[in-house]
C-alpha cells in the first residue's frame, strides 16, 4: 500500500510540474533599443498570452534590423522584429530568413520638425535643412519622395550624420528636419525637449511600402512548424490586446525595464504605431495578415530605389509567408 501512495505522488508530482517544463524558451530580439512600438510583445508576457501557448518568452533589445536580421540567420535568436526590406537584402543574398508576419504595412518613414515650425507639407521643405543617416532605409527611399512631391535636391541642404547625430541636429537647431520613423524618432525629440514633433508621412505621398515584422530562419521554421504557429498566434493575440489598452501596453514596457522611457510618450509613441498595422485592404482582418500586393508593391520598391537585387522581383513570395497565422477568431 505505501509503495502505491508513493507511485501516486511521484505522478502528482510528475503531473504538476510538466506544464512548466512544457514551456519552450523563446528568445525575441528588437530591431532596437526599446520603444513604444515594441509595447505589444512587453504586454502579451506580461499578460500571460505566450504562456498560454506554452511560450516562455525572452525580449532581447538589438542594435539595428540588420544586425538582428544577422543574430537570426545565425539562430542566436529564435525570432526577430525588423525591418522587413532590411531582411528582404539579406535573404537575396543567401541569408536563411523570411518573415513569418508583417506587422506595419504602412510605412512610418517621414520628415520631421518641431511643429512650432509650421513645416507642415513637402513645398514648406524649400529653404530647409534636413538631417540624414546616409545609407540607412529612410535616406534611401527619400529620392522617391522627392519624385513623389516635385522637390529637387537644390531646394533644400542637408547634413548627415549618425541616428544620435541626427537627433541632435534637430533639438540644438542646426537642422530644420530629420528623416525618421513617426513613432520613434519623433518621441526621442520630445523626450528630450518636451516639444511636439510634426512628421510628414511618406505614406501620405504614395509611397506604399511594408515595414517592421517578425522574422525567423528558415530551417528553424521547418523544424519547429508548431512552435511557429503558436508564436505568431500569442504575437496576434498581444497586438490586439494592446491595441485595447495602449497606456497599460506601454506601462508593461518600463515594468521590465524601468529606463525604458517615459510613460506619455512611450504610449504616444505606440498609439502612432497602431494605424500603420493595416492599410485600406487589410483593415478588416487580424494583425499581420498583409496581402500579396502590398508586398510585390514594396519589393519594386526596394528593387527600384532600395538598392534590392533586381532577382527579388521574380518572386517576392520567397520573402514571407503568412501560412502560420491564426485564422480569424482563432
Known amino acids: 500500500m505505501k509503495r502505491w501512495i508513493g507511485a501516486a505522488s511521484v505522478a502528482l508530482m510528475t503531473f504538476a510540474v510538466s506544464p ?3 514551456a519552450d524558451k523563446v528568445v525575441l530580439m528588437l530591431n532596437w533599443y526599446v520603444y513604444g512600438e515594441h509595447a505589444p510583445f512587453y504586454y502579451g508576457k506580461a499578460k500571460g498570452i505566450y504562456a498560454a501557448e506554452g511560450i516562455d518568452l525572452e525580449i532581447q533589445e538589438g542594435r539595428g534590423s540588420a544586425a538582428t536580421t544577422q543574430a537570426v540567420a545565425a539562430k542566436t535568436a529564435d525570432f526577430g522584429y525588423v525591418d522587413v526590406p532590411t531582411m ?8 536563411p530568413v523570411i518573415a513569418t508576419g508583417v506587422l506595419l504595412q504602412t510605412s512610418p518613414m517621414s520628415a ?5 515650425k509650421n513645416i507642415r507639407k513637402p513645398e514648406d521643405i524649400k529653404g530647409k535643412t534636413v538631417a540624414i543617416t546616409p545609407a540607412d532605409s529612410m535616406t534611401q527611399i527619400w529620392p522617391l519622395f522627392l519624385k513623389k512631391t516635385g522637390l529637387k535636391e537644390s531646394d533644400f541642404q542637408t547634413v548627415a550624420g549618425d541616428g544620435q547625430t541626427k537627433l ?9 528636419l530629420l528623416l525618421g520613423y513617426v513613432m520613434d524618432q519623433s518621441m526621442k525629440i520630445k523626450d528630450a525637449t518636451g516639444k511636439d514633433v510634426f512628421p510628414i508621412k511618406f505614406a501620405d505621398y504614395g509611397i506604399n511600402m511594408v515595414s517592421s515584422g517578425i522574422i525567423a530562419n528558415t530551417d528553424y521554421v521547418n523544424a519547429h512548424a508548431d512552435l511557429v504557429r503558436r508564436f505568431m498566434s500569442a504575437t496576434t493575440k498581444a497586438v490586439e490586446a494592446a491595441e485595447k489598452e495602449p497606456r497599460a501596453a506601454a506601462q508593461s514596457i518600463l515594468d521590465a525595464n524601468p529606463k525604458g522611457g517615459k510613460i506619455d510618450t ?5 498609439e502612432l504605431t497602431i494605424p500603420l498595422y493595416r492599410t485600406a485592404e487589410t483593415k478588416s482582418k487580424r494583425p499581420f495578415q498583409v496581402t500579396d500586393q502590398n508586398m510585390t508593391d514594396s519589393v519594386n520598391l526596394m528593387v527600384e530605389y532600395g538598392g534590392l537585387d533586381a532577382k527579388a522581383k521574380e518572386n517576392p513570395k520567397a520573402f514571407y ?4 497565422l491564426p ?4
Open 88 to 95: 528582404m537584402r539579406a535573404a537575396i543574398k543567401g541569408a
Open 321 to 324: 509567408t503568412n501560412d502560420y
Open 327 to 330: 485564422k480569424s477568431g482563432s
Open 112 to 116: 520631421m520638425g518641431f511643429a512650432d
Open 168 to 176: 541632435n541636429a534637430v533639438i540644438n537647431g542646426q537642422a530644420d
Open 20 to 22: 512548466a517544463q512544457a
Open 266 to 270: 512611450l504610449t504616444q509613441g505606440f
